[in-house]
């Protein structure tokens, strides 16, 4: 079993995420483990006004889980409102951006995966 916790991965922070804005909090919790899809999962935690810019992925998805805070996320030029317990999932070849809009800091996860049959 591989197992990431706050107590046996140091983090970092660290600043102006794919282009974007402001400061976060980044831990890796789990980086392309042997015979997995998976090639991380990543705790963050985005300072207020912080924002990850737009970015794409090619031949990888990837799934954002917001635990608490909110703000705007924007896949593929839709934006929409996210907060606490939502899941965004964005595919190979999406453009995706998100925004801490609250007064707050923004905690999520996100796993980034091998997209089948792309790699």
């Known amino acids: 079993m ?14 102006d995420s794919h282009g974007g804005v402001g400061s976060y909090f980044v831990r890796t919790l789990l980086d392309a483990p042997a015979g997995s899809c998976f090639l991380y999962v990543r705790y963050l935690v985005l300072d207020p006004g912080s924002t990850i810019g737009k970015h794409a992925h090619e031949g990888d998805d990837e799934v954002y889980i917001i635990t608490a805070g909110r703000g705007m996320m924007e896949v593929d030029g839709e934006t929409l409102p996210v907060g606490p317990g939502a899941a965004v999932l964005t595919v190979s070849g999406s ?25």
């Open 95 to 119: 453009r995706h951006a998100l925004r801490n809009t609250g007064s707050e800091e923004m905690t999520l996860y996100v796993a980034c995966a091998d997209h089948p049959g792309l790699r």
């Open 2 to 15: 591989l197992l990431g916790t706050p107590e046996t991965v140091p983090g970092w922070q660290a600043e």
